[in-house]
């Protein structure tokens, strides 16, 4: 366990989230992510719902996302296939609202805008911040290779977005000589 031992405790509650990326035959890349909540004790579901037993997930809710190398959003498809009210699947479609919407500076205020408060899902949303984080991993790449050979005076979106990417670190001084701000050697 790379955290230190705990003190003497049970587990409760699970909540596992998992985002894959995929290249399509058609040029453009799927990004999906699941979550998954389960609780350790029976519980019911509300609103006149069926009791649940341990394990047997409260939460059970996808969604996906296809993307061009740009990271403009084409489609959107979102689902429920467990929630803590029957009409939490009702909101999935909402979901589209994110359609030309693209991931980058910006992306969570256009999620706040389109899809948040009452015209979301609180879990659905959570899930859009690493899915958009994932597609970048997927389709890395693949950018690169479509830029290759064309210099830019663009900053990389990674520069001081973390202490291994401050402008003056060496990673940046490997990775984008151009935009080192350190001291040179």
């Known amino acids: 366990m790379p955290l ?6 049970k587990l409760a509650h699970t909540r596992t989230i998992e985002c894959k990326g995929y290249e399509r035959a058609d040029g453009l890349w799927d990004v999906e992510a699941h979550l998954v909540d389960t609780k350790t004790y029976a ?3 509300r609103m006149g719902g069926r009791e649940r037993r341990p394990g047997e997930p409260v939460h059970d809710m996808w969604i996906r996302i296809t993307i061009d190398l740009d990271m403009k959003i084409h489609d959107v ?8 009210y029957p009409v ?5 479609s909402g979901f589209k609202a994110l359609v ?14 389109r899809v948040g408060g009452v015209r979301g899902c609180t879990h659905l949303v959570e899930l859009l911040g690493p899915l958009g984080t994932t597609a970048f991993q997927a389709t890395g790449r693949a950018r690169e290779a479509r830029n290759a ?7 990389p979106y990674q520069l001081n977005s973390c202490h291994v990417y401050k402008d ?3 990673a940046v ?3 984008w000589p151009q935009f080192y701000a350190g001291p040179r050697r």
Do not use: F, M, Y
Not at 4 to 9: I, T
Not at 88 to 92: E, F, G, K, L, Y
Not at 149 to 155: L, Q
């Open 100 to 113: 030309g919407v693209t991931i980058g500076p910006g992306w969570r205020k256009s999620i706040a805008e």
């Open 149 to 155: 050979g064309r210099p830019s005076a663009r900053k």
């Open 168 to 170: 003056d670190a060496p």
């Open 173 to 175: 001084l490997e990775r």
């Open 4 to 9: 230190p031992s705990p003190v003497l405790r």
């Open 43 to 45: 519980h019911t579901r």
């Open 77 to 84: 498809e979102a689902k429920t296939d467990e929630g803590p």
């Open 88 to 92: 939490c699947d009702d909101i999935a």
